[in-house]
């Protein structure tokens, strides 16, 4: 089975901290690691991390890619209260490029 | 450019109805997927898409059917509705690249079965 697990499963902070998410998966057929955020609505992407790509930054947020220890974790610096939200992490796998979302972490940034 | 679209937005059916839950999108992506996504689930796969007149099954097939005659569209069919089919139905879409797949969601269907 193909599983993606996240931690912690919620978090609250206050703004100006930063936060680590975490997420670890299986090896079986891996071909990239996904970071989406869920604010109401539709999941948006974030980064996506392959074997040529293990550490990606944008703004505030960066993250890296652990194949050995199979993990992923997705960093935010000065957190903001646009920050609030749920982040999922999936990986992608086989040739059709199967994708597994792990339940997500709940963010919320308090002012 | 509309992006990925989801008709229709809001539904309610009764236990033993029937629907069609469609997904378009203008990118001209070969990779299609219908998810759902239950409190505490994360989303879960029920079937995807290769390409045109292609399917295949995700985590969670049982009770939906799906078909893809055109490219741009991936329609999910529930034959025979049940209580535990409430949910919210996500549709994405994706490139054909082996090392890249950003998926591009649809803004969602939020189901509810009585």
């Known amino acids: 089975e193909d599983k993606v697990v996240q931690s912690p499963l919620s978090l609250v902070v206050h703004e100006g901290d930063t936060v680590t998410l975490n997420c670890s998966y299986e090896v079986t057929n891996f071909r990239s690691l996904l970071w989406y955020k869920q604010e109401k609505k539709a999941p948006t992407f974030l980064f996506m991390l392959?074997?040529?790509?293990i550490e990606k930054k944008s703004g505030r947020l960066s993250s890296i890619l652990d194949k050995k220890e199979l993990f992923s974790i997705l960093n935010i610096t000065a957190t903001q209260t646009g920050d609030s939200a749920v982040y999922l992490c999936?990986?992608?796998?086989?040739?059709?490029?199967?994708?597994?979302f792990g339940t997500g972490t709940k963010l919320q940034v308090i002012p | 450019n509309a992006g990925v679209t989801q008709t229709p937005k809001f539904r309610v059916l009764k236990t033993g109805q029937s629907m069609t839950l469609l997904c378009a999108q203008d990118?001209?992506?070969?990779?299609m997927y219908w998810y759902r996504q239950d409190p505490g689930m994360g989303l879960r796969l029920i079937h995807y898409?290769?390409?045109?007149?292609?399917?295949a099954k995700g985590e969670v097939p049982d009770g939906y059917n799906v078909s893809r005659l055109k490219k741009q569209n991936f329609l999910l069919g529930l034959e025979s509705a049940a209580p535990s089919q409430t949910s919210v139905y996500f549709c994405?879409?994706?490139?054909?690249?082996?090392?890249?797949?950003?998926?591009?969601f649809g803004p969602g269907t939020r189901l509810t079965v009585l």
């Open positions: 990118m001209n992506h070969e990779y």
């Open positions: 994405a879409s994706s490139y054909l690249e082996l090392d890249y797949n950003e998926q591009f």
């Open positions: 392959t074997s040529s790509g």
């Open positions: 898409s290769v390409g045109e007149g292609t399917t």
């Open positions: 999936a990986r992608c796998s086989g040739g059709y490029q199967k994708v597994t």
